[in-house]
């Protein structure tokens, strides 16, 4: 008997003629949401397909929504002009939901990634049931869902951005929130459904919120090639995702990322999570308005008065925020040596605060990072960009499902 014998590979059905459509659906789709706007002539050039084929293509985008035709475009070579061809501004669209400590954010976005709608409300969630701060989303999401309709945008699915470990539509673990294995799709597809009787099931996913921040900065922010940078996002937590050349480093279980509950002091203040002395504990939104002398449940208008009295030299309110730039850089400087990224970026109320923050972490990065590659100015510590926040980039991520495979949700838009 042959011991040695490797049993044969299983490579799957031949890919018929349908699925080769349904690629070659997405493929054109996608290249005119790259370039912005293109001809079927030049489609035909970059993906590779006949123009015949590339033209009954088209046409089928056009009559399920998906694109849409504006004016002529001259090449100045013989030949009729091309039709230019456009992502649709309406039909098919994402709708983003980000679920935070403090604030619900809501934005719909449309094919080419534009975000068309968004309402935000902050609330203090902190306290309340589970289900209760879902459905309060999922009310901000139906008056969105409004005004989407109004410019006769039709949404597809909903992504939640949830703070805490996420899986499987469950947050496992939000300390800020005090959310234990919380169903949280179920809980917000429900409250949705009771409010829009007669609509019809809206998809509903969920992610990290840091994840999707940070995917949103990959996709709008322009960081550009090669697109490997590690993100922060400081809130009453401090949230974190590595993306590695273009991809979102998820973790063996998905919960990757959770930069904010690193210690920096075992004997620090107690955390939460139930640890003393995690970075969140120094950089978070709450410990840096404690340190200045301020409320630290003030949320948002207690971040702009301290960016304002930083503004003015206040000299508590400089070094609490020099205090936490030290120990966001120590923990950086950290991840920078283990994973290499070309970038970190900080967002959330870091971006406000980046003026003032930036020279302690940068500090902190020259003298910690062994490469030699974090030198003070060398702008690899950066801010966020304006255009990427965690509600955008759920919607962001249904829509690059549609862009996936546009022939499966033709029903649903």
């Not at 990634?113 to 309340?128: F, K, P, Q, W, Y």
């Not at 965690?390 to 549609?402: D, E, F, Q, S």
Request: with cysteine; proline share 6%.
């Amino acid at each position: 008997m042959d011991t040695n014998h490797t049993p044969p590979v299983s490579l799957g059905a031949k890919a018929g003629k349908e699925t080769v459509r349904r690629h070659n659906l997405s493929l054109v789709l996608r290249a005119v949401r790259d370039e912005g706007e293109a001809t079927r002539a030049g489609i035909a050039s970059r993906v590779g397909l006949t123009r015949a084929a590339v033209s009954s293509l088209v046409e089928q985008l056009i009559g399920s929504g998906f694109l849409s035709e504006s004016g002529k475009t001259f090449s100045g070579q013989a030949g009729r002009p091309g039709t230019v061809l456009k992502m649709a501004r309406t039909g098919p669209a994402g709708i983003g939901v980000e679920i935070n400590i403090d604030y619900v954010s809501v934005c719909v976005v449309d094919l080419s990634g534009t975000d068309r709608v968004r309402l935000t409300e902050h609330i203090d969630n902190r306290g309340a049931p589970p289900a209760e701060v879902l459905a309060r989303g999922a009310r901000i999401a139906a008056r969105t869902l409004e005004s989407a309709a109004e410019q006769d945008l039709a949404p597809v699915g909903a992504e939640l951005a949830l703070p805490g470990l996420v899986s499987a539509g469950t947050v496992r673990q939000a300390p800020n929130l005090g959310w234990n294995r919380v169903p949280a799709e179920e809980h917000f597809a429900r409250a949705l459904a009771r409010l829009r009787p007669g609509a019809g099931p809206l998809p509903v996913s969920s992610e990290n919120e840091a994840n999707l921040a940070a995917l949103a900065e990959l996709w709008f922010g322009g960081l550009g090639s090669p697109r490997t940078f590690l993100y922060l996002t400081g809130e009453i937590g401090v949230g974190g995702a590595l993306v590695i050349d273009g991809e979102l480093l998820r973790g063996a279980h998905g919960f990757a990322g959770e930069i904010g509950h690193v210690v920096v002091d075992p004997d620090g203040p107690l955390c939460r999570c139930g640890a003393r002395g995690c970075l969140e504990q120094y950089a978070g939104q709450s410990a840096l308005l404690r340190a200045a002398g301020m409320d630290p449940d003030a949320g948002v208008p207690g971040v702009t008065e301290l960016a304002r009295r930083a503004r003015g030299g206040d000299a508590t309110a400089l070094e609490a925020v020099g205090r936490a730039g030290r120990m966001l850089g120590r923990v950086v400087s950290g991840a920078v040596n283990l994973f290499d990224p070309d970038a970190v970026v900080l967002g959330g109320i870091y971006r406000t605060l980046m003026p003032w923050l930036s020279p302690s972490v940068d500090r902190e990065l020259t003298a910690r990072v062994v490469s030699g590659l974090w030198p003070a100015g060398s702008g690899r510590l950066r801010a966020s960009s304006s255009a990427g926040d965690a509600a955008r980039g759920a919607a962001a991520l249904v829509v690059r499902a549609v862009l996936a495979d546009p022939s499966a949700y033709v029903s649903r838009a």
